[in-house]
């Protein structure tokens, strides 16, 4: 009887221990998730070609784990150290210098690189020729499933400690030690107390993550009263952001672009005839249509002269939006910055409906400008910071003389160095 109870503890253990191993690979998961959106995705995805090459396999490219790691970090030394592998990606991608990340610690990276191998596993299980929502629904499945087996292996632990309860009874019943019957489960203060601390701690992680959500809208996807396909505009037809979003390249915002804008190409174009286009649900869109929507907002029949003056503007809903506190200004980003638009905004070229892409937090920006670094070449903007100038040609020059490279410390100067956390610098 002895050897059955310590049999049933070490079961009960083991399920435990099992449950622990799969919620800490869960948080690892949404850990690294989390961090290839902040870093990775304006870039890179998982089993596309971007501005970056596709990461799916990216461990097994690369021989050695820690010429990968540094590579992340900085990405120029490992190509200044002539690593063919390294070199022949940087000449296959035009030499696009890829962004530094010296902040980033190995085991962030070890998360990056566990979330793209789950995720380019889980697309490979997903049939070929499904639509985005069949995407969708298969990772709303194994959300389900998984909640589902943490049920069942809580449900066998349950049931396993009431096994030794009773293994328990029996044993002291044959070696006539006095017991008293066991108190059912729902009048038991251990499991009272059990369901006490679990409740409260799932519901004081729901409140906290809620709180920390407020005001954001990561994902937000609103349907439009047009549809308009960025990837059939920016993508296929190769019109440039600034056409229409004139804004973002001299004042602060970036401006919605007016009818009369879409009507410059539409008044000869009334007609779709590229490639397909979808919703967020899957579902093919009439771009004809669509068209023929603007043509009702504009007032305007097609073989007849226009007049503007019969336009009414298009109720577009808004998509990112910042507390009223913060101040953001597109042209000293786009312009002083020389950053793109994908930056912030994900992959725009590639998306149909636009969906907000980064999370716009006070903790993404300020990690964005400890990481990026100032681009001081032909850029008079910041011509102000020469002691900033003096002091990399210094260090470039003393670097060369001694025949060695510059320290990924010393290799430029980041966007946190010239102030940019400073309070004032967002904030009213």
């Known amino acids: 009887m002895i050897h059955l109870k310590s049999f049933a503890g070490k079961l009960i253990f083991g399920f435990v221990l099992a449950i622990v191993l799969q919620l800490g690979n869960s948080a690892l998961a949404q850990d690294g998730k989390a961090l290839f959106s902040q870093n ?31 590579w992340i970090r900085n990405n120029q030394e490992v190509i200044k150290s002539g690593y063919p592998y390294a070199v022949n990606l940087y000449n296959q991608f035009n030499k696009t210098q890829m962004n530094l990340f010296p902040a980033i610690t190995d085991k962030e990276i070890d998360a990056i ?21 069949d995407a969708k629904n298969a ?5 389900l499933l998984f909640g589902i087996l943490t049920l069942v292996l809580a449900i066998i632990a349950f049931v396993l400690l009431q096994v030794n309860s009773n293994l328990k009874k029996l044993s002291d019943d044959k070696d006539g030690i006095p017991s008293h019957e066991p108190v059912p489960f729902w009048r038991n203060k ?5 369901l006490a601390v679990v409740l409260f701690l799932i519901g004081g992680i729901l409140i906290t993550k809620g709180a920390i959500g407020l005001g954001r809208s990561q994902n937000y996807e609103p349907e439009q009263p047009i549809f308009y396909s960025h990837k059939v505009h920016a993508g296929v037809n190769q019109i440039n952001c600034l056409y229409c979003h004139t804004g973002a390249q001299y004042g602060k915002q970036a401006t919605i672009p007016s009818v009369n804008i879409c009507m410059n190409c539409h008044m000869a174009i009334n007609e779709y005839k590229g490639p397909k286009i979808y919703n967020g649900e899957g579902e093919e869109v009439n771009g004809t249509a669509e068209i023929q929507k603007l043509y009702k907002y504009a007032g305007f029949e097609p073989g007849k002269p226009w007049d503007a003056s019969k336009a009414k503007p298009i109720e577009w809903t808004r998509i990112h939006n910042l507390p009223d506190h913060v101040y953001f200004n597109h042209s000293q980003h786009v312009v002083a910055g020389k950053q793109q638009c994908q930056t912030c905004h994900g992959d725009i070229p590639k998306m149909d409906e636009v969906k907000q892409f980064a999370p716009l937090s006070m903790g993404w920006c300020i990690n964005c400008h400890r990481t990026t670094q100032v681009q001081f070449k032909e850029n008079d903007f910041y011509s102000i910071y020469t002691k900033f100038h003096d002091q990399l040609k210094r260090d470039s020059a003393e670097a060369k ?7 990924k410390e010393k290799s430029g100067i980041t966007v946190e160095q010239i102030g940019g956390t400073e309070c004032q610098k967002c904030h009213y």
């Open 40 to 70: 990775c995705a304006s870039c890179h995805a998982v089993n596309k070609q971007l501005t970056g090459p596709a990461l799916a396999g990216v461990e097994d490219r690369w021989p050695d784990k820690a010429i990968l790691h540094h």
């Open 401 to 407: 003389a001694n025949g060695r490279q510059l320290s």
């Open 139 to 143: 990772e709303g499945d194994n959300t």
């Open 190 to 194: 251990s499991y009272i107390a059990l």
């Open 113 to 133: 690189l566990a979330y793209i191998k789950t995720a380019a596993a889980e697309a490979n299980a997903t049939p070929a020729g499904g639509t985005p929502a």
